[in-house]
């Protein structure tokens, strides 16, 4: 059992950068791969980075790709989302996952076993 808490979010004016946190507790973490993503308001939820467990894989969906940067830290078991240069089009709930058993596709929701509830991201214009 892996459990995620999200933290990190807020209100921002564009052009800005907010770094979310997602805190793992259980014994798993290290053996996790980690995925973000996010749904905006009357959207589906939709991918946005990945990292492997050892980081040494990532991917990001081009929408955030060059601006957004995933990282993780097995000692602290948290996983980050650096977010830089941020639109208001990336406004949304950003949600951050972890991948134990699954062979789904990376950037499909069924590829990940455990969610956290979810941090909101305001960009304002």
């Known amino acids: 059992q892996v459990q995620l808490v999200e933290s990190g979010g807020g209100l921002v004016q564009a052009g800005g950068s907010l770094r979310l946190s997602c805190a793992a507790s259980g014994r798993t973490f290290s053996s996790s791969a980690m995925g973000w993503f996010r749904q905006a308001p009357g959207k589906e939820r939709e991918f946005v980075s990945y990292?492997?467990?050892?980081?040494?894989?990532?991917y990001y969906a081009d929408s955030v790709k060059g601006r957004f940067t995933i990282s993780r830290d097995n000692a602290k078991n948290t996983v980050y989302l650096q977010m830089n240069s941020l639109k208001p089009e990336d406004t949304a709930i950003y949600y951050c996952?972890?991948?134990?058993?699954?062979?789904?596709?990376?950037?499909?929701?069924?590829?990940?076993?455990?969610w956290g509830q979810g941090t909101q991201v305001t960009v304002s214009s």
């Open positions: 990292m492997s467990r050892n980081g040494g894989i990532t």
């Open positions: 996952a972890a991948r134990a058993t699954s062979t789904s596709a990376y950037y499909t929701e069924r590829a990940y076993d455990y």
